[in-house]
């Protein structure tokens, strides 16, 4: 039997398919799930486990179970072959007629992330680490911690690299596509990471494709340094630490966003595992489809100071366009993610997030912290930034019983009742031209009954 049969007859497509997709069993052989190919709200991507392949019924994605592992990692037939192997045991002949040019250099790449990761965690338990594992005990980590995020240092010789890649024969052009080694401009190398704490970066199957770079002396710039884009490293895809906790996110239903890699860490290291984090990038379509995939709920948990809010709102404005449940948790004393576990607890930090509201409410403080909700002018801003945050809630009912809580919550004052509404109707009026421009939007009727709702819930408050 040809390597390639041997390997398909000896791994089950709804296995593989399900590390990516949540699958519902939808018949005798059938299970369906979101379809990873296109963003979509109800499910058309079929997986079929006597034949053993997979068809989504909206965007014509099909194929067999290597076509998938292909299409998911972009890889090439003969890499995804490679991956699968190693992944599920099956030995691949030692010669191969699938390798091409391509996958060799992104071969050579992920080999070269791996050897990089084994030097920065040898460095981090020598004497050149000294002042890093400095740096992790005052940040409180735990020995098996860093073991787990694999943390290492890059030596500040920017030597190391460039020198360990020449030993083992890795060409000149593949070292400075990997990210990790820069040429100057008389035609030296040097690394790129030199001085820093390093956290790898893995894709969702588990591989080094990059890594970030905390400064450990305060004089270097940045303070992050991330790898820059390569064949293997696509930063607007890439979640720090969703290959681990994807397990624990389908089980909660629920995935934990927090900014930074000391964030991800700090909150896994007590005890939640389905965190991930943006990572120096504003939040991407990419990265929210890679979340929704694996759970419905998120809970947003950005630093408390006024960048994190700017990017929790941001990232609130992509995660509604796509379609997933929003909520913000807010921790008290202007503690970020990492140390409120530290300081409150497991117990507490769990609290948060249990009790995190939806989003919409999160908006409204902010929209009233900074609009004088006395003057109609005021009341009337406030509820032109929540109108658009509620259409967005894509259930009906779920969209009015909000915009009546909304309006209820933000308080419109007796006195300016009749002036908020004209402004409403203006809006209406406004927003039903803007929605004639794009027919296909569904929300012309939905609008409707919101800003209805919303008058009504007005009317309502100031009448008693
Ligand atoms: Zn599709």
Request: contains cysteine; charged residues 25%; proline residues 4%.
């Given at each position: ?109 992920l ?9 920065f ?7 050149i ?21 694999g ?68 004089d270097?710039?940045?303070?992050y ?27 909660e ?83 970020d993610?990492?140390e ?71 308080g ?45 819930e ?7």
């Open positions: 039997m040809d390597f390639v049969e041997q390997l398909k007859s000896s791994v089950d497509i709804v296995n593989v398919v399900g590390e990516y997709v949540r699958l519902r069993r939808s018949g005798a052989n059938r299970y369906m799930g979101l379809c990873p190919f296109h963003n979509e709200k109800t499910a058309s991507f079929t997986v079929h486990a006597v034949h053993q392949f997979y068809k989504c019924f909206s965007c014509g994605a099909g194929g067999d179970v290597v076509k998938f592992v292909m299409e998911k990692e972009g890889l090439s037939f003969y890499e995804a072959l490679k991956t699968m192997s190693e992944r599920y045991g099956v030995p691949m002949p030692k010669r191969s007629q699938y390798a091409d040019e391509d996958s060799k250099v992104r071969g050579s790449l080999a070269m992330h791996e050897a990089a990761e084994e030097n965690r040898a460095n981090l338990q020598s004497q680490g000294e002042a890093a594992r400095g740096y992790i005990a005052r940040r409180g980590l735990a020995a098996e911690t860093v073991e787990h995020f943390l290492g240092y890059s030596d500040r010789s920017g030597r190391a690299l460039v020198r360990l890649f020449g030993q083992r024969g890795f060409p000149v052009a593949q070292m400075e596509e990997s990210g990790l080694v820069g040429k100057r401009q008389d035609g030296s190398l040097y690394d790129r990471f030199r001085n820093r704490l390093m956290f790898p970066i893995h894709n969702e199957s588990g591989k080094i494709i990059g890594f970030g770079g905390r400064a450990l002396s305060p270097d710039e940045p303070k340094l991330n790898s820059p884009e390569t064949p293997i490293y696509k930063k607007s895809h890439v979640l720090y630490n969703l290959h681990r906790a994807k397990e624990a996110v389908r089980k239903d629920r995935v934990i966003l927090v900014e930074g890699y000391m964030d991800a860490i700090g909150v896994t290291a007590a005890g939640f595992r389905n965190v991930v984090a943006s990572c120096g990038t504003a939040l991407t379509a990419q990265q929210v489809q890679a979340m929704k995939r694996h759970a419905d709920r998120i809970a947003v948990n950005f630093d408390p100071d006024a960048p994190g809010a700017n990017a929790a709102q941001r990232s609130i404005d992509i995660l509604l366009q796509e379609d997933i449940q929003v909520y913000v948790v807010e921790l008290d004393g202007g503690l993610p990492d409120y576990c530290k300081e409150r607890g497991a117990t507490a930090y769990r609290n948060r997030v249990e009790n995190a509201q939806s989003y919409i409410y999160w908006l409204a403080d902010r929209a009233r912290a900074k609009h004088d909700m006395r003057s109609t002018q005021g009341q009337i801003a406030v509820l032109e930034i929540l109108v658009p945050a509620v259409q967005k809630i894509p259930d009906t009912l779920e969209r009015l019983k909000l915009a009546i809580d909304v309006a209820g919550y933000v419109v004052d007796q006195a300016n009742q009749g002036a908020v509404l004209d402004a409403f109707k203006r809006a209406a009026v406004d927003r039903k031209e803007k929605l004639v421009e794009s027919p296909a939007s569904p929300l012309r009727h939905d609008e409707r009954m919101l800003l209805n709702a919303l008058c009504w007005i009317r309502n408050c100031a009448l008693k």
